[in-house]
């Protein structure tokens, strides 16, 4: 698989990379361990350089499942991982504290390295913006373990551009994650133009729009009662039944280049900037082999203004967040 590379530094990884989340938290009950790690060196093996996992993901246990399965192959590969978040007390499994203070950013990344069992994190993101840590200091305890060898690459997760702006002027920031696709533009407006000025990279976290966009969910599925998206308002039945048509219309566009839908919302992202690697995630080998199968699509700039100009004529409806994660983005 072609490279690219994140950021004006030496941080280069494969133009996709696996989301490891859905193996262990969010998307239903967490899958069997020893399949969750065939699937991982299965990824390797097909040239999957670049795998993103966080603390929060289990909790912890998306950390260590991570860690075993590419021990393996140090040198190789590249984990990203993220920090920001506290145990809510009483409750172990949700972390709904954020927690960007310098002393506990070292915490976590003692614990995460020891987890993944590296040396360094090679991409270190907060999580997401916590207002009560100004970010300068938040950019400060990155840039102390970079100097310690402890994090290779500083990165920003859903920051706003003046976030961006703010703690790049401290510890230059390899990369933004933040959610991107055909199913949520946004970042267009003025996070991405930000980083193209300050030459960081932007990894899109559910680009095929949490599954929608592969043509597999419809107003009729149900959802597991653990799956995060019956919180999301956009995941709706009745939203569901209208946004299917940005897929109707992917879906046509997929047909005449022999391709699925997946592939080509992956391959638009692609299209878009040299220095954008989205991270589907996945816990089947056959979507991984098609989501892979993406990166070899090729679409020319009629390809992107025809399938742009069509889906920009549908209205989506629903929030992309519940109430409460959607005070956490763009801060």
Not at 120 to 143: C, K
Not at 215 to 237: M, W
């Amino acid at each position: 698989m072609e490279k690219r590379k994140l950021g004006k530094g030496a941080l280069e990884v494969s133009a996709i990379g696996l989301g490891c989340m859905g193996m262990s938290w969010s998307y239903g009950p967490a899958k069997d361990k020893q399949e969750m790690i065939s699937l991982l060196h299965a990824a390797v093996e097909r040239g999957v350089t670049f795998f993103d996992t966080a603390e929060v993901y289990g909790p912890l246990t998306n950390e260590e499942l991570v860690g075993e399965a590419l021990a393996p192959y140090k040198g190789k590969v590249l984990i990203a991982t993220k920090f920001g978040w506290e145990p809510n007390p009483g409750d172990s499994d949700r972390w709904s504290a954020l927690n960007s203070r310098p002393e506990h950013i070292k915490q976590v990344a003692e614990a995460s390295l020891k987890r993944l069992r590296i040396e360094a994190i090679d991409l270190f993101y907060q999580h997401r913006v916590d207002l009560n840590v100004p970010i300068e200091d938040v950019a400060g305890a990155v840039r102390d373990l970079i100097q310690q060898g402890k994090v290779k690459h500083f990165g920003l997760s859903e920051a706003s551009a003046q976030t961006i702006r703010r703690a790049h002027a401290v510890q230059p920031v390899a990369a933004l994650q933040s959610e991107y696709s055909l199913f949520w533009r946004e970042p267009e407006q003025t996070v991405i133009p930000t980083l193209e000025e300050l030459g960081i990279g932007f990894v899109p976290f559910s680009p095929l729009g949490k599954g929608f966009l592969t043509g597999k969910i419809d107003a009729s599925t149900k959802f597991d009662s653990t799956d995060f998206r019956n919180s999301v308002p956009r995941f709706s039945e009745e939203n569901r039944q209208t946004n299917h048509a940005l897929v109707d219309v992917i879906s046509a566009f997929a047909a005449k280049h022999h391709a699925t839908p997946a592939q080509i919302a992956l391959a638009w992202l692609l299209s878009k900037r040299p220095w954008i690697v989205p991270i589907p995630g996945t816990t089947k080998l056959s979507r991984l082999v098609e989501n892979i199968g993406a990166a070899e699509l090729q679409l020319t700039p009629d390809d992107l203004r025809s399938l742009e100009e069509a889906s920009s004529r549908i209205k989506l409806e629903g929030a992309r967040y519940s109430e409460f994660h959607q005070k956490l983005v763009g801060r």
